[in-house]
């Protein structure tokens, strides 16, 4: 129970065991270059910071493309349904924030 709001709180899993992170939930933070990869860093619903990579799945959709300021998701799923079509998500580093 969650103390603070006075009702009960529960965490997304999957079938797995791990939580659940959906795209629409996650904020770019940051993307390196590391040997000639790059990478982001970007945090979920609970403010933890990840560091994902082109290929990493979600609860919605996977990592397609990682560029120099923006990553681009592809969701499958939306509401634990399939899409008829993928659609696909960009989110940016804004050039004053780098």
């Known amino acids: 129970m969650d103390l603070l709001a006075g009702r009960d709180t529960k965490r997304e ?3 797995s065991g791990k ?5 629409d939930d996650i904020t770019l933070i940051g993307i390196v270059k590391a040997r000639g990869k790059f990478t982001a860093i970007v945090t979920g619903p609970q ?3 990840l560091f994902i990579n082109v290929g990493q799945r979600f609860s919605d959709g996977f990592v397609l493309s ?8 592809r969701k499958t799923k ?3 349904f399939p899409l008829f079509e993928p659609k696909d998500i960009v989110k940016e580093i804004h050039p004053e924030e780098r």
């Open 66 to 73: 990682i560029q120099e300021s923006r990553i681009t998701f």
């Open 13 to 15: 899993t999957s079938p």
């Open 47 to 49: 403010e933890f910071p």
């Open 78 to 80: 939306e509401r634990g």
């Open 19 to 23: 939580p659940e992170i959906y795209i």
